[in-house]
T-cell receptor
């Protein structure tokens, strides 16, 4: 069975500072990895995804994530955050075998302070 | 525009009443999902469907029911058997392709009083 652990429930950071949101997963098979963002009272939007190839994945809004197979991690980073990045961020995993289940982490609330 | 439409956005119901949340997609996606979101608990899978007339229980299916009579539609009924139904409900869909990206609707708030 797959699982996703987001190591921080809340991350406060000052505007223009760098941020890293941590995600670890467990799976017995090869996986696809995703980061989604959710603004208040809205659905989730895809930020980026890792399917194969380069382990550094770039997404929208200046975010990027690095897949580390040996550490089973997929941490999300941004070099300089803005107030508008305040939101909840979810890491997710699904297996590459074509299964239709996607498992989400509990989420990390990013709070950007002025 | 293509997308996933959930309705209603906000719904209030009395305890003991069944309520149905609508989800329609015009993306021609094969798979559809219902997730429940509670503060601090992330998303929990209620039901999912890979094809018309077929669906599977997720992790928290008790007290819920679904149908998939059309590819575009996947309504969720929250029954009186669901002990704590107040939550934010998210419908999603996914194409049958490698990469497995899920697309979400805007969500429905259900409050049971």
């Amino acid at each position: 069975a797959q699982s996703v652990t987001q190591l921080d429930s809340q991350v406060p950071v000052f505007e223009e500072a760098p941020v890293e949101l941590r995600c670890n997963y467990s799976s017995s098979v090869s996986v696809y990895l995703f980061w989604y963002v959710q603004y208040p009272n809205q659905g989730l939007q895809l930020l980026l995804k890792y399917l194969s190839g380069s382990t550094l994945v770039k997404g929208i809004n200046g975010f990027e994530a690095e897949f580390n197979k040996s550490q089973t991690s997929f941490h999300l980073r941004k070099p300089s955050v803005h107030i508008s990045d305040t939101a909840e961020y979810f890491c997710a995993v699904s297996d590459q075998g074509g299964g239709f289940k996607t498992i989400f982490g509990a989420g990390t609330r990013l709070f950007v302070k002025a | 525009d293509g997308g996933i439409t959930q309705s209603p956005k906000y719904l209030f119901r009395k305890e003991g009443q069944n309520v149905t949340l609508s989800c329609e997609q015009n993306l021609n996606h094969d798979a559809m999902y219902w997730y429940r979101q509670d503060p601090g608990q992330g998303l929990r899978l209620i039901y999912y469907s890979q094809i018309v007339n077929d669906f599977q229980k997720g992790d928290i299916a008790e007290g819920y029911s679904v149908s998939r009579e059309k590819k575009e539609s996947f309504p969720l009924t929250v029954t009186s058997a669901q002990k704590n139904p107040t939550a934010f409900y998210l419908c999603a869909s996914r194409p049958r392709s490698l990469g497995n990206t899920i697309y979400f609707g805007e969500g429905s708030w259900l409050t049971v009083v």
